[in-house]
């Protein structure tokens, strides 16, 4: 069992696709079949599985973030990123994908996610990759 780690440097708020990334890393591993948990430690970016084959819908999916958790006068935080706060606790920081054939088991469309509130940043992401 390994921890892993990689950096995603974000240029705006958007969805990054590092789903070849974790891939990689589950190769190096010698994992044949086990789990793989993916997780950022951050409080304004997320991890998420949807669809990578049209970008339309990660395009979608932000833009319904924005208008369900909008900027408001009445936020008290003073960095003024309280909407990046709650989109990242409602998507959540963290996934585990099986591991089948060295490989992580995903839907035909599916992808994982770095969601970036924030940006741009440097984000950390963590793999724990178990047998």
Not at 99 to 121: A, M, V
Request: hydrophobic share 35%.
């Amino acid at each position: 069992m390994s921890i892993y780690k990689f950096e995603v440097k974000t240029k705006q708020e958007g969805f990054t696709d590092i789903t070849y990334k974790i891939n990689s890393y589950i190769e190096q591993s010698n994992v044949k079949e086990g789990i793989c948990v993916i997780y950022t430690p951050h409080t304004t970016a997320a991890i998420t599985i949807n669809e990578n084959a049209d970008p339309d819908v990660v395009d979608d999916l932000l833009f319904a973030l924005d208008k369900i958790y909008p900027q408001m006068p009445e936020f008290k935080h003073l960095e003024g990123n309280s909407p990046a706060h709650l989109k990242s606790s409602c998507i959540g920081v963290s996934e585990t994908v099986i591991i089948e054939n060295s490989k992580l088991l995903l839907g035909t469309w599916q992808g994982i996610y770095l969601c970036e509130f924030d940006g741009p940043r440097t984000r950390k992401v963590y793999l724990k990759i178990i047998k």
